[in-house]
Protein backbone atom coordinates (compact mmCIF):
# COMPACT_ATOMS: atom_id res chain seq x y z
CA UNK A 1 0.00 0.00 0.00
CA UNK A 2 1.44 3.41 -0.28
CA UNK A 3 0.44 7.35 -0.01
CA UNK A 4 0.00 7.35 -4.21
CA UNK A 5 -2.55 4.65 -4.20
CA UNK A 6 -4.41 6.13 -1.74
CA UNK A 7 -4.74 9.30 -3.03
CA UNK A 8 -5.51 7.43 -6.52
CA UNK A 9 -8.82 5.65 -4.28
CA UNK A 10 -9.70 9.27 -2.86
CA UNK A 11 -9.83 10.85 -6.04
CA UNK A 12 -12.07 8.15 -7.48
CA UNK A 13 -14.59 8.65 -5.10
CA UNK A 14 -12.88 5.74 -2.56
CA UNK A 15 -13.05 5.74 1.06
CA UNK A 16 -9.62 5.46 2.71
CA UNK A 17 -8.79 4.89 6.26
CA UNK A 18 -5.62 6.67 8.00
CA UNK A 19 -3.92 7.61 10.62
CA UNK A 20 -3.78 10.95 12.52
CA UNK A 21 -2.27 11.66 15.99
CA UNK A 22 -5.75 11.65 17.63
CA UNK A 23 -7.47 8.65 16.18
CA UNK A 24 -7.51 7.04 13.16
CA UNK A 25 -9.94 8.55 10.35
CA UNK A 26 -12.15 7.39 7.33
CA UNK A 27 -11.24 9.63 4.93
CA UNK A 28 -13.04 10.84 1.53
CA UNK A 29 -12.76 13.38 -0.95
CA UNK A 30 -14.22 16.68 0.91
CA UNK A 31 -15.79 18.10 -2.22
CA UNK A 32 -17.11 14.71 -3.85
CA UNK A 33 -20.95 14.21 -2.19
CA UNK A 34 -21.29 10.52 -3.57
CA UNK A 35 -17.87 9.83 -1.73
CA UNK A 36 -19.22 12.06 1.63
CA UNK A 37 -22.45 10.18 1.50
CA UNK A 38 -20.67 6.24 1.37
CA UNK A 39 -18.94 7.80 4.94
CA UNK A 40 -21.99 8.28 6.44
CA UNK A 41 -23.31 4.62 5.10
CA UNK A 42 -20.52 2.82 5.75
CA UNK A 43 -19.79 4.70 9.56
CA UNK A 44 -24.18 4.27 9.76
CA UNK A 45 -23.61 8.32 11.32
CA UNK A 46 -26.42 10.44 11.14
CA UNK A 47 -26.27 12.94 8.44
CA UNK A 48 -27.36 15.43 11.06
CA UNK A 49 -23.92 15.09 12.10
CA UNK A 50 -21.39 17.21 10.49
CA UNK A 51 -17.91 15.97 9.47
CA UNK A 52 -13.99 17.76 10.16
CA UNK A 53 -12.31 19.07 6.62
CA UNK A 54 -8.75 17.86 6.92
CA UNK A 55 -6.38 20.91 5.50
CA UNK A 56 -2.24 21.13 5.03
CA UNK A 57 -2.44 24.13 7.35
CA UNK A 58 -3.52 28.03 7.70
CA UNK A 59 -3.43 28.87 4.17
CA UNK A 60 -5.57 26.27 2.82
CA UNK A 61 -8.39 26.45 5.41
CA UNK A 62 -9.21 30.04 4.11
CA UNK A 63 -10.21 29.01 1.02
CA UNK A 64 -12.81 26.95 3.17
CA UNK A 65 -13.48 29.12 5.86
CA UNK A 66 -14.03 32.85 6.80
CA UNK A 67 -11.53 33.07 9.64
CA UNK A 68 -11.23 35.85 12.35
CA UNK A 69 -8.35 36.97 14.04
CA UNK A 70 -8.84 34.55 17.17
CA UNK A 71 -9.10 31.41 14.45
CA UNK A 72 -6.28 32.26 12.97
CA UNK A 73 -3.96 33.08 16.30
CA UNK A 74 -5.50 29.62 17.13
CA UNK A 75 -4.35 28.00 13.98
CA UNK A 76 -0.98 29.43 14.37
CA UNK A 77 -0.53 28.37 17.48
CA UNK A 78 -1.72 24.29 17.71
CA UNK A 79 -1.81 23.52 13.78
CA UNK A 80 -0.65 20.93 12.97
CA UNK A 81 -2.38 19.59 15.58
CA UNK A 82 -4.90 17.89 17.76
CA UNK A 83 -7.48 21.58 17.13
CA UNK A 84 -10.26 21.49 15.06
CA UNK A 85 -11.77 24.90 15.10
CA UNK A 86 -15.30 25.73 13.52
CA UNK A 87 -15.96 29.11 11.51
CA UNK A 88 -18.63 30.09 9.12
CA UNK A 89 -18.15 28.46 5.45
CA UNK A 90 -16.77 30.58 2.63
CA UNK A 91 -19.59 30.50 -0.20
CA UNK A 92 -16.80 29.33 -2.65
CA UNK A 93 -15.68 26.42 -0.82
CA UNK A 94 -15.98 23.17 -2.58
CA UNK A 95 -16.71 21.18 0.86
CA UNK A 96 -19.68 19.13 -0.19
CA UNK A 97 -22.53 20.63 1.66
CA UNK A 98 -23.53 16.83 3.65
CA UNK A 99 -20.03 17.42 5.03
CA UNK A 100 -21.10 19.88 6.85
CA UNK A 101 -24.36 18.73 7.49
CA UNK A 102 -26.02 21.80 5.79
CA UNK A 103 -24.64 24.42 8.71
CA UNK A 104 -23.62 27.73 7.79
CA UNK A 105 -20.28 26.82 9.56
CA UNK A 106 -16.83 24.46 8.61
CA UNK A 107 -15.34 22.35 10.92
CA UNK A 108 -11.55 22.47 9.89
CA UNK A 109 -8.23 21.11 11.19
CA UNK A 110 -4.47 20.41 10.12
CA UNK A 111 -3.09 17.19 11.80
CA UNK A 112 0.38 16.62 12.61
CA UNK A 113 0.87 12.97 11.61
CA UNK A 114 3.35 12.58 9.06
CA UNK A 115 1.10 9.65 6.91
CA UNK A 116 -2.02 12.04 7.13
CA UNK A 117 0.10 14.99 6.03
CA UNK A 118 1.76 12.79 3.32
CA UNK A 119 -1.89 11.94 2.37
CA UNK A 120 -3.06 15.33 2.43
CA UNK A 121 -0.16 17.05 -0.06
CA UNK A 122 -0.69 13.90 -2.28
CA UNK A 123 -4.38 14.15 -2.62
CA UNK A 124 -4.08 18.03 -3.31
CA UNK A 125 -7.38 18.96 -1.44
CA UNK A 126 -9.23 18.57 1.96
CA UNK A 127 -10.24 15.52 3.38
CA UNK A 128 -13.20 14.73 5.50
CA UNK A 129 -12.35 11.61 7.95
CA UNK A 130 -14.58 11.03 11.22
CA UNK A 131 -13.19 8.35 13.15
CA UNK A 132 -12.85 5.06 11.50
CA UNK A 133 -15.60 3.09 13.34
CA UNK A 134 -19.28 2.29 13.41
CA UNK A 135 -21.03 5.43 14.53
CA UNK A 136 -21.53 5.57 18.32
CA UNK A 137 -18.81 2.88 19.36
CA UNK A 138 -15.33 3.22 20.66
CA UNK A 139 -12.94 5.55 18.63
CA UNK A 140 -9.60 3.45 16.51
CA UNK A 141 -6.83 4.30 17.64
CA UNK A 142 -4.89 1.45 15.60
CA UNK A 143 -5.18 -0.31 12.13
CA UNK A 144 -6.41 -3.31 13.62
CA UNK A 145 -9.41 -1.51 14.87
CA UNK A 146 -11.09 0.12 12.07
CA UNK A 147 -10.57 -2.98 10.30
CA UNK A 148 -12.86 -4.45 12.74
CA UNK A 149 -15.41 -2.33 12.45
CA UNK A 150 -15.42 -1.17 9.00
CA UNK A 151 -14.13 -4.17 6.90
CA UNK A 152 -15.12 -4.40 3.69
CA UNK A 153 -16.74 -0.92 3.84
CA UNK A 154 -13.01 0.73 2.73
CA UNK A 155 -11.23 0.13 0.06
CA UNK A 156 -7.31 0.75 2.05
CA UNK A 157 -5.99 0.56 5.21
CA UNK A 158 -3.06 2.60 6.20
CA UNK A 159 -1.51 1.29 9.28
CA UNK A 160 0.24 4.09 11.35
CA UNK A 161 0.77 2.10 14.29
CA UNK A 162 -1.21 3.49 17.19
CA UNK A 163 -2.23 7.18 17.65
CA UNK A 164 -0.25 9.00 20.03
CA UNK A 165 -2.40 10.95 21.50
CA UNK A 166 -5.98 8.22 21.35
CA UNK A 167 -8.24 11.02 21.82
CA UNK A 168 -10.00 13.23 19.44
CA UNK A 169 -9.23 16.86 18.86
CA UNK A 170 -10.62 19.91 20.76
CA UNK A 171 -13.31 21.80 18.61
CA UNK A 172 -13.60 25.18 19.16
CA UNK A 173 -16.27 27.67 17.23
CA UNK A 174 -15.38 30.73 16.72
CA UNK A 175 -17.56 33.21 14.96
CA UNK A 176 -17.49 35.90 12.52
CA UNK A 177 -17.60 38.61 15.91
CA UNK A 178 -14.99 36.60 17.45
CA UNK A 179 -17.26 34.60 20.10
CA UNK A 180 -15.48 31.15 21.00
CA UNK A 181 -17.41 28.48 22.43
CA UNK A 182 -15.99 25.06 23.43
CA UNK A 183 -17.82 22.49 21.44
CA UNK A 184 -15.44 19.24 22.68
CA UNK A 185 -12.73 18.95 25.17
CA UNK A 186 -9.92 17.65 23.80
CA UNK A 187 -6.23 16.74 24.11
CA UNK A 188 -5.83 20.86 23.92
CA UNK A 189 -6.45 21.92 27.23
CA UNK A 190 -9.48 24.77 27.93
CA UNK A 191 -7.00 26.92 29.66
CA UNK A 192 -4.70 26.93 26.37
CA UNK A 193 -7.21 27.80 24.11
CA UNK A 194 -8.44 30.43 26.43
CA UNK A 195 -5.28 32.18 26.52
CA UNK A 196 -5.66 33.39 23.16
CA UNK A 197 -9.08 33.83 22.82
CA UNK A 198 -10.65 34.61 26.23
CA UNK A 199 -13.21 32.77 28.28
CA UNK A 200 -15.14 30.39 26.41
CA UNK A 201 -18.73 30.19 26.36
CA UNK A 202 -20.57 26.62 26.66
CA UNK A 203 -21.83 24.97 23.64
CA UNK A 204 -26.19 25.32 23.17
CA UNK A 205 -27.87 21.92 24.72
CA UNK A 206 -28.77 19.49 22.65
CA UNK A 207 -27.27 21.42 19.44
CA UNK A 208 -24.57 19.36 17.38
CA UNK A 209 -22.85 22.05 15.92
CA UNK A 210 -19.65 20.10 15.13
CA UNK A 211 -18.52 15.99 15.83
CA UNK A 212 -18.83 14.00 18.78
CA UNK A 213 -21.57 16.62 20.38
CA UNK A 214 -23.92 13.57 20.36
CA UNK A 215 -25.08 11.92 24.35
CA UNK A 216 -24.25 8.63 23.39
CA UNK A 217 -21.11 8.32 21.65
CA UNK A 218 -17.59 6.06 22.18
CA UNK A 219 -19.90 3.74 23.69
CA UNK A 220 -18.67 0.05 24.41
CA UNK A 221 -21.13 -3.04 23.90
CA UNK A 222 -21.06 -3.19 28.01
CA UNK A 223 -22.60 -0.40 30.47
CA UNK A 224 -20.24 2.08 31.87
CA UNK A 225 -20.02 2.54 35.81
CA UNK A 226 -18.21 5.93 36.25
CA UNK A 227 -16.10 7.08 38.89
CA UNK A 228 -16.14 3.33 41.12
CA UNK A 229 -13.32 3.33 43.36
CA UNK A 230 -14.47 -0.32 44.29
CA UNK A 231 -15.73 -2.04 41.49
CA UNK A 232 -18.78 -4.69 42.22
CA UNK A 233 -18.41 -8.29 41.60
CA UNK A 234 -18.46 -9.30 37.95
CA UNK A 235 -17.45 -6.18 36.51
CA UNK A 236 -14.22 -5.31 34.68
CA UNK A 237 -12.42 -2.17 35.96
CA UNK A 238 -10.37 0.55 34.30
CA UNK A 239 -8.85 1.79 37.07
CA UNK A 240 -6.22 4.97 36.94
CA UNK A 241 -3.44 5.98 39.43
CA UNK A 242 -2.79 2.54 40.53
CA UNK A 243 -2.39 -1.06 39.62
CA UNK A 244 -5.39 -2.86 38.03
CA UNK A 245 -7.12 -5.84 39.81
CA UNK A 246 -6.75 -9.23 38.31
CA UNK A 247 -8.90 -9.12 35.20
CA UNK A 248 -9.02 -5.34 34.74
CA UNK A 249 -6.60 -2.84 32.95
CA UNK A 250 -5.17 0.45 34.10
CA UNK A 251 -5.21 3.60 32.01
CA UNK A 252 -2.21 4.92 33.57
CA UNK A 253 -0.65 3.17 37.10
CA UNK A 254 1.40 6.92 37.49
CA UNK A 255 -1.85 8.47 37.46
CA UNK A 256 0.24 10.66 33.93
CA UNK A 257 -3.18 11.85 31.66
CA UNK A 258 -1.38 11.45 28.22
CA UNK A 259 -0.73 7.90 29.13
CA UNK A 260 -4.32 7.51 30.41
CA UNK A 261 -5.74 9.66 27.13
CA UNK A 262 -3.64 7.64 24.53
CA UNK A 263 -4.72 4.08 26.75
CA UNK A 264 -8.29 4.87 26.94
CA UNK A 265 -10.24 3.17 23.78
CA UNK A 266 -7.95 0.42 23.33
CA UNK A 267 -8.43 -0.54 27.00
CA UNK A 268 -12.10 0.09 26.69
CA UNK A 269 -12.30 -2.24 23.44
CA UNK A 270 -9.97 -4.67 25.46
CA UNK A 271 -12.54 -4.83 28.53
CA UNK A 272 -15.62 -5.02 26.32
CA UNK A 273 -13.91 -8.26 24.85
CA UNK A 274 -13.47 -10.08 28.22
CA UNK A 275 -17.73 -10.34 27.82
CA UNK A 276 -18.21 -8.50 31.02
CA UNK A 277 -21.92 -6.87 31.19
CA UNK A 278 -20.33 -4.41 33.24
CA UNK A 279 -17.22 -2.10 32.92
CA UNK A 280 -16.31 0.35 36.03
CA UNK A 281 -14.19 3.21 35.68
CA UNK A 282 -12.30 4.58 38.33
CA UNK A 283 -12.70 8.42 38.92
CA UNK A 284 -9.83 10.87 36.40
CA UNK A 285 -9.48 13.93 38.55
CA UNK A 286 -7.73 17.24 36.88
CA UNK A 287 -8.13 19.41 33.94
CA UNK A 288 -6.37 19.90 30.73
CA UNK A 289 -6.16 15.93 29.30
CA UNK A 290 -8.83 15.06 32.25
CA UNK A 291 -11.79 17.35 31.66
CA UNK A 292 -11.48 15.74 28.08
CA UNK A 293 -11.15 11.92 28.86
CA UNK A 294 -14.44 12.57 31.69
CA UNK A 295 -16.55 14.00 28.39
CA UNK A 296 -15.46 10.82 26.16
CA UNK A 297 -16.61 8.30 29.19
CA UNK A 298 -19.68 10.40 30.44
CA UNK A 299 -20.59 9.86 26.45
CA UNK A 300 -19.81 6.58 26.31
CA UNK A 301 -22.08 6.10 29.81
CA UNK A 302 -25.07 7.40 28.68
CA UNK A 303 -28.20 6.19 28.24
CA UNK A 304 -28.25 4.57 24.20
Not at 77 to 91: D, N
Not at 165 to 170: D, H, I, K, Y
Request: aromatic share 4%; glycine share 10%; charged share 15%.
Amino acid sequence: MSIAQAARILRDGGLVVFPTETVYGLGADAANPRAVAQIFAAKGRPQFNPLISHVLGLAEAQRHGELHAKARALAEAFWPGPLTIVVPRRADSPVAELACAGLATIALRAPSHPLARELLKAFGGPIVAPSANRSGHISATTAQHAAVDLGDAVDLILDGGPSTVGLESTIVAIGADGAATLLRPGAIGREAIEAITGPLASAQAGAIAAPGMMESHYAPRARLLLDVTAPPTGAAYLAFGSDAPTGGLTLSAGGDLTEAAANLYAHLRALDATGAEIIAVAPIPGGGLAEAIRDRLARAAAPR
